[in-house]
């Protein structure tokens, strides 16, 4: 008895959780963080991109912030996020809604609907804009007048277009996050609801909707912020036209940048998309909250 009393503690080992997290810190400073230090302090300068760099103070900002096509890219970049987020949204939840069901087909539609996002958004924006065209595409080979229009050459209809494509492109990925978050909800809410007499729309805007209303955040922020980054689709698609029709921010700066070799005004624009961007997902993070009660029940 004397030696297991005088044994001394176990050591506990060292827990190594902490050291897997280095891989993904080392990728995030290399690939997020360090390029943004870069874009920032080349906002300071001037430079073609090929030549030396020279430091230039603000003026590359000055540039930028008194350019009468900076408030035009900005307004069509919240356009193109505001009027995405009203058309994929709704979408998403009742596409989710459906596939969170049982029935064996809503598993294939479900791979069908996942197709969008697999394909490349350059190849899709080729793609439509062969479909689209008004003397080869889909409307003059199936001679139907309706579907025959200039749909890239007017600004109204082009902008259409883009946020169409971008919806049919991105809706099946957050139709799967909003299935994971119908599938978490408790069933005993439903039953309880279906007790009390409550039909499927009922338990949809009763139970459904309050139930996402993290998963609606969390599917916000990245509609947002990713609307931000939009840059090949639309590129390809109409190039920011006709005229500036459809010119984001993104494009914007691509413009500065590689064709106008600008490398500090597009750097500085780099900038100012990082900051919109981080500023609207604290903005939505505030709006949706978390209070311990919705969090247990929240699926998502």
């Given at each position: 008895?004397?030696?297991l ?25 290399g690939?997020a ?7 920032f ?5 001037t ?17 930028v ?9 900005l ?25 969170a ?14 197709v ?8 899709i ?16 080979g ?5 579907l ?53 729309i ?16 969390t ?30 921010l ?7 940048g590689?064709?106008?070799s ?17 500023a ?21």
């Amino acid at each position: 008895m004397s030696s297991l009393t005088n044994r001394p503690p176990r050591r506990e080992p060292r827990s190594i959780l902490p050291w897997l997290a280095v891989p993904a810190l080392v990728l995030f400073v290399g690939f997020a963080v360090l390029p943004l230090i870069g874009a920032f302090a080349l906002s300071f300068t001037t430079w073609d991109g090929i030549g030396a760099i020279h430091p230039s103070g603000l003026t590359s900002w000055r540039a930028v912030l008194t350019d009468p096509g900076l408030p035009h890219a900005l307004w069509v970049t919240f356009l193109v996020m505001a009027v995405s987020w009203a058309v994929q949204t709704p979408l998403s939840i009742l596409l989710g809604t459906f596939m969170a069901g049982r029935q064996r087909y809503r598993a294939v539609l479900g791979v069908v609907y996942f197709v969008p996002l697999m394909l490349s958004s350059a190849a899709i924006a080729i793609a439509y804009k062969a479909l689209l065209d008004p003397n080869f595409g889909l409307g003059a080979g199936l001679k139907i007048d309706a579907l025959s229009k200039d749909w890239l050459g007017r600004p109204g209809l082009a902008f259409g277009v883009v946020v169409f494509v971008v919806s049919w492109q991105f809706v099946p990925f957050h139709s799967l996050i909003y299935q994971g978050g119908v599938q978490q909800i408790p069933k005993s809410l439903y039953e309880a609801a279906q007790l009390d007499g409550a039909g499927r729309i009922r338990q949809f805007f009763s139970i459904t909707l309050p139930q996402l209303k993290y998963t609606i955040i969390t599917s916000s922020t990245l509609m947002v912020v990713g609307s931000l980054t939009f840059f090949d689709l639309i590129f390809v698609l109409t190039e920011g036209g006709p005229g500036d029709a459809t010119r984001v921010l993104a494009l914007d700066m691509y413009k500065r940048g590689f064709q106008a070799s600008l490398m500090g005004p597009a750097s500085a624009i780099a900038v100012i998309l990082v900051l919109v961007g981080l500023a609207l997902a604290l903005l939505l993070r505030r709006l949706g909250g978390r209070d311990a009660g919705a969090s247990q029940l929240e699926g998502a």
